[in-house]
């Protein structure tokens, strides 16, 4: 079992940064693939970015350049920086993990991470 843990939203107004941070318990975090989606009210879930245990990643069309997701094995913990804000990028935000490495299209799909957080807030004004 793999616990992850949130933390980092928060409100700010269209045009400011957050930086979301996500923890995971387990001995092998380097080796999972963490990914980051979002959930607005009345919509799907969606995604957001991925990173896989060789530091590839991908992002979805809506925050390639403005956002970037990092890790760091040594502390368990992975990033999401998340620039020039917008208040469509208002959601709930969920990390998500898994222990295995398929291709980063694979991991675009939330149904194929074994293990979420509880979700954190961003909300952004405009």
């Known amino acids: 079992q793999v616990h992850l843990v949130e933390s980092g939203g928060g409100l700010v107004q269209a045009g400011g940064s957050l930086r979301l941070s996500c923890t995971a318990s387990g001995r092998t975090f380097s080796s999972y693939t963490m990914g980051w989606f979002r959930q607005a009210p009345g919509k799907e879930r969606e995604f957001v970015a991925t990173i896989m245990s060789s530091g590839g990643n991908t992002f979805a069309d809506s925050v390639k350049g403005r956002f970037t997701i990092s890790r760091d094995n040594a502390k368990s913990t992975v990033y999401l920086q998340m620039n020039t804000l917008k208040p469509e990028d208002t959601a709930v935000y969920y990390c998500?993990?898994?222990?295995?490495?398929?291709?980063?299209?694979?991991?675009?799909?939330?149904?194929?991470?074994?293990?979420w957080g509880q979700g954190t807030q961003v909300t952004v004004s405009s």
């Open positions: 998500a993990a898994d222990r295995s490495s398929y291709s980063p299209s694979y991991y675009r799909n939330w149904s194929n991470y074994a293990y």
